[in-house]
Every structure is written in structure tokens, then in C-alpha cells.
């Protein structure tokens, strides 16, 4: 394909307008779907790719989290459709965890590596776009991340052009004339609101913020413990964000001025992101605002990237925490729970920014305060997402445990003393079992 000129395109571009009904049909027995992730994932597509399940068979299915209903992973269509997870959502955790689809744990920043080098191929790729501007070209919106290269690498690529899709700057587009076919909509994207902090919450919040100098500049996620965090930080000054992700809680900052993106090292004056998900506000705010700088996450995640930002501080979540230090992130026991993502991309590259902070940030019990997170020893078949030696700080609701540079042994005491007080006296039992630990 070779892109049209301005005079040609609107005409390029009616040529491609199909119903998804028709646009689906090119998806053959086998083939390997890619679905645009995140708020992005085209349900008007998938919906039509499912109606189409009798006369399918093992078709792959490739995505990140998705906010679509994911009826593929439904058992009657077992035969259809098989999902193979870059990271493990809500909506497909059940389905990983049972055997009927299958997880491929990988750093976010490698994952457009592995669709460039034919590693994982593409042969469909199901994307969703804001409507094309005056030369014909489209936005990926809200979800920049891998999907440029899956669509680069695609076979066959099909868009569902939204009229209610943002229009995101940066390196956020496309031109109609590397699409095949389109179909348009004009419907809402899902939204996804946090529930307000608890008072766990907002004491974490309230101590990862003592480590978050003026200047700094952050990489958070999304729930109730990154907004905690967010809201303990209105008496900061000049902070930046390059960050794979981004929810409505920065807006507040950046309207009140905390958040100046002024100091930073690499795009200066620019939030950097690969992707965002919230609410309506939040795709209003970053609709055709300069402000927002969109980037691949081969770009954002790069540990090598992010290590430029001075005062580099990442904040990121865990499931469990050993003694030593050992985060496990994508899965409590053999219970398979999220994705590598993209916490060992920045935990590494805040590490080795100048001034940079690594931090792990969690409560310290699970399951209605039954379970201490912080342990003597991971529970079997715990998956490592980041080693003992990335992580510099773990706070919880009690405290900050400074690990880097301490020995297993003042790590250990530093942990505890971080730990719910009902769970200390027998961590320290259990901590006893282990010779080198005492």
C-alpha cells in the first residue's frame, strides 16, 4: 500500500467502508488476530469475528488487556477461538487459569519486538481509530502501546473508525491508505472508574509521596493506590510523567500546576505515554492536546529511555513480597493474575536514572487482612517479575523498607517491621527455618 495524496484519499477511504459483518470475513481457520488493547479493543469488530464462530477453527487470538466483553473465551467456542494473553485481564483470567487460553509473559517494551521479528506473526489485525483528519490520517486514540506493530506486521488490517474515538498526538497515526478495510461507529468508550481510596490506601499514599522529591519525574498506574498517591503530592513541585499509563488522577495536578512536565530530561514539557485508561473526562482531556505526547511502548518502556529522566522515580504493585525482597506480580502461587507489564522496564530504568527511586508500593495483607503480602518465602510456583536486587524501596500502610544496598539479613528486618502487626511474630518464626536469615 502506498499512501494516497490529499486530494486522493477521501475517495481511497470510502472505497475501504464495509459492514464488520462483511470486514470479518477475511479472517480464515487458523489465522492469528490481534486486538487493539486497552478502551481501544474494536467490540464491533470482535462481535462480528464471534458471529462468525461456526465457521471458524483455531483462530489465535493475541491481546493485551481489554475492556470488551472477550465473548471468544466463552467454553462454546473453545474450538474457535484461542486466546494467547500478553497480560492477563479481569475478563480472561478465568479462561488462563483453566487451561482454555494460555499466557505469554514478556517485558511490554520487547513486545513490538516480537511482531517485528516474526517470533509471534500476524496475520489479522483489528484495530480501533479516530476519525481521519484533513490529509487522512487516523489516531490510535487511546492505546498506542504495541499496536503500531502489529498493524505494521499484519497481513490484513482492519480499523473500526469511531466517531467518539480522541484524537491523540505524538506518534499516534495512521494513514487510511495502510488500512484495508473500515468500519465506522459512533459509540462511547468503555470507561473504567476507581473505586475511592481506603484508608490503607491513602496512608500508602501518603508515604510513597515522602519519597517523591520536587522535579521528579513519575511513572504510576491506575486504581486507588496510584490516585492515593496522586492526591499526596499537592505540595510538590514541577513533576513530569513519562509512564506506560495513565488515569484521570493526573488531571487534577496538572490543572492546579504540580505537574509541569518543566524539569524533565526527555521531553521537557510533554507527558509521555503509551496509553491511557479512565473515564470520559480523561479522553475529553487528552483529545487533540499537545500536552500528551503518545508513544510506542518499545519508546516509553525502554529501560534505557526512561533512564534519562533525572529524579526518575517509578511507582509500581505487587501481589507478594519475600523477606529478601523477591516481588512476585503476575501471579500468587500457580494462580496466573496479571502480566510481567511493564514494572521491570521502569523499576530498571528508574534504577539506574540519576536520582532515580524504584519503588514497590502494596498493602501489607490481602483477602480481608487474612493474608500477610510480605512473606518469609514466596508461595510455590510463584512467578518472579522483579529480582531482589531491582527493587530499592517497598512501602506499605506501615512504612518504607529501604532494601538497596542491605543484606538479605537487614532486609529482612527492614520488611517486618513494614508488615501487618499481626503477621510480624510469625514472619520472624518462619524466618528462622532459614538458615542464612539467621
Known amino acids: 500500500m502506498t499512501e494516497s495524496t490529499c486530494d486522493q484519499w477521501q475517495e481511497e477511504y470510502a472505497t475501504k467502508v464495509i459492514a464488520a459483518d462483511n470486514a470479518v470475513k477475511v479472517i480464515s ?25 461456526q465457521d471458524l477453527k483455531d483462530v489465535k487470538i493475541l491481546h493485551l488487556l481489554t475492556l470488551s466483553k472477550a465473548e471468544y473465551i466463552n467454553k462454546e467456542f473453545s474450538n474457535s477461538f484461542k486466546v494467547k494473553a500478553l497480560f492477563i485481564g479481569p475478563n480472561i483470567r478465568e479462561a488462563v487459569n483453566e487451561g482454555r487460553a494460555e499466557y505469554i509473559p514478556v517485558f511490554l517494551s520487547e513486545i513490538p519486538k516480537i ?30 502501546d504495541c499496536t503500531i506493530a502489529a498493524r505494521k506486521n499484519a497481513r490484513i ?3 473500526e473508525v469511531n466517531k467518539q474515538m480522541p484524537r491523540t498526538l505524538g506518534r499516534s497515526f495512521v494513514h487510511i491508505s495502510r ?28 508515604n510513597v509521596a515522602t519519597l517523591v522529591d520536587d522535579e521528579a519525574t513519575l511513572q504510576l498506574g491506575i486504581g486507588a493506590i496510584p ?7 499537592k505540595d510538590k513541585r514541577n513533576l513530569g510523567i513519562h509512564s506506560e499509563m495513565f488515569s484521570d488522577g493526573i488531571i487534577d495536578l496538572i490543572e ?90 521502569f523499576i530498571r530504568g528508574a534504577a539506574r536514572a540519576k536520582q532515580g527511586k524504584a519503588i514497590i508500593a502494596m498493602p501489607s495483607t490481602a483477602k480481608n487482612h487474612s493474608v500477610s503480602r510480605i512473606t518469609a518465602s514466596l508461595l510455590p510456583d510463584s512467578g518472579v517479575v522483579t529480582s ?14 529501604q532494601l538497596y544496598g542491605r543484606t538479605l539479613k537487614e532486609r529482612m528486618k527492614s520488611l517486618i517491621s513494614i508488615a501487618h502487626p499481626d503477621f510480624r ?10 538458615p542464612w536469615l539467621n
Request: proline share 5%; charged share 15%.
Open 425 to 434: 511474630s510469625q514472619l520472624k518464626k518462619d524466618c528462622c527455618l532459614i
Open 388 to 401: 531482589r536486587a531491582d527493587v530499592h524501596y517497598v512501602v506499605t500502610e506501615y512504612g518504607i523498607a
Open 115 to 144: 511482531f517485528e521479528s516474526g517470533i509471534v506473526p500476524i496475520d489479522v489485525c483489528l484495530i480501533q481509530l479516530s476519525p481521519p483528519d484533513a490529509h487522512g490520517y487516523c489516531s490510535y486514540g487511546t492505546s498506542v
Open 227 to 233: 490516585n492515593a498517591i496522586l492526591h499526596s503530592l
Open 256 to 345: 492546579q500546576g504540580i505537574i509541569t512536565n518543566n524539569a524533565k530530561t526527555l521531553l521537557p514539557g510533554k507527558v509521555a505515554v503509551s496509553f491511557i485508561l479512565g473515564t470520559k473526562r480523561l479522553y475529553d482531556f487528552v483529545d487533540n492536546n499537545p500536552l500528551i505526547e503518545f508513544q510506542t511502548s518499545d519508546f516509553i518502556n525502554d529501560p534505557f529511555v526512561i533512564s534519562q529522566n533525572f529524579k526518575m522515580t517509578a511507582i509500581n504493585s505487587a501481589l507478594q513480597v519475600d523477606v529478601t525482597g523477591q516481588v512476585a506480580a503476575d501471579s500468587i502461587g500457580s494462580y496466573l493474575y496479571s502480566g510481567v507489564g511493564g514494572q521491570v522496564d
Open 157 to 159: 488490517v482492519i480499523a
Open 179 to 206: 488500512v484495508d478495510y473500515i468500519v465506522e461507529t459512533d459509540r462511547p468508550l468503555p470507561e473504567l472508574i476507581s473505586a475511592a481510596p481506603t484508608e490503607v490506601e491513602i496512608a500508602i499514599g501518603a
Open 29 to 53: 481457520s487458523g489465522d492469528t488476530i490481534y486486538i487493539h488493547s486497552n478502551a481501544a479493543a474494536p467490540e464491533v469488530l470482535i462481535n462480528a469475528m464471534v458471529r462468525r464462530s
